[in-house]
């Protein structure tokens, strides 16, 4: 029986090269177009992650985030809500994509693959059977 679930490491393997409106990411930033890219994972509005920002991520490169991880997912049988957004520090940050995400669905898996669109992101997860 599963008891538990972890996420060891996230990785953003794409995300889309324009914003929603189209502009490049950071269009009206003084000598900046690229993202400044950080995820958040959410169980009904409370944050269970937040991981650092990554500055001006050049489209393509895949960026692995590790810091504040393992996460041990509580509630793991219930949906998540994991989002990735681009840093705005005058405006609001902008909402790259998101995933509803229920571990248990995944079970056993050592890496689930979330897509939507152009965003895609890998979790590396470990799982706790009893």
């Known amino acids: 029986m599963l008891v538990g679930a972890t996420v060891e490491s996230i990785r953003i393997l794409s995300c889309p090269k324009y914003s929603k ?54 509630p793991f049988d219930q949906p998540l809500l994991v989002e990735v957004f681009d840093e705005d520090g005058i405006s609001n940050d902008d909402n790259v994509g998101y995933f509803t995400f229920v571990p248990a669905d995944h079970r056993g898996q050592e890496f689930v693959k979330l897509q939507a669109g152009d965003l895609v992101i890998e979790l590396k997860m470990s799982w706790q059977f009893k």
């Not at 169980?43 to 692995?64: A, M, R, Y």
């Open 21 to 74: 409106d189209g502009e490049q990411w950071d269009a009206y930033a003084p000598f900046a177009t690229d993202p400044d890219l950080f995820l958040k994972m959410a169980w009904n509005d409370n944050q269970l992650f937040l991981s650092e920002t990554f500055d001006n991520t050049p489209f393509g490169k895949e960026i692995t985030i590790e810091q504040n991880l393992p996460l041990q997912l509580k």
